[in-house]
């Protein structure tokens, strides 16, 4: 999926350039704009949840690490559900927002009139995806609270300056036996 969201950026990159200069030249594609705002909503929303399972998701730790492992634990639990809890919460509302527009025959005010229940629906794709991955994982981190409460801060915590500096080590090592810098 995260490649296929990357091919997407990349076609959508190179029809914008193509944009750029059929307009100098007088002439325009017409709706890349439009299509570039619904691709950016669907892949964020699509990438939401790879980025969770990565552990990617900014998270500002400043007081987090300061306080007793088990108060660490319950912070991060409680940032797992929250996080799952706002996943299907907007998985909800956007739900709703589709069939608004299924009712109602809506579409898009630009030339393509483009039938919003098509991009709300691959939307809500990315957002059922989130959705799926985020609650699966405060399942889990709830089950590890209850199981293993060591295993919370490992599994769900922020990455350590320590993990991060080990990954990039690690990532420029891999580059440069590829040749690259």
Sequence with gaps: MALLCGWAMLAF???TCLEIVLRKLGYS???IDEIGGYLMA???CAGFGYTLAHN???RIDLVLAALPRAAQAALNVLAMVTLAALAVFMLWRAGAELLDSIELKSVSTSPLQVPLWIPQSL???GLGLFAIVAAAYAVHALWLLMRNPGEVNRCYGPPS???????ELASLKQRQSQGGA
């Design 56 to 58: 990617a998701h900014t």
């Design 29 to 31: 594609l017409q709706g």
């Design 123 to 125: 939307w809500i794709a």
């Design 13 to 15: 990159t190179l029809a």
């Design 42 to 44: 669907v892949l964020s």
């Design 161 to 167: 300056v320590q993990h991060e500096l080990a990954a």
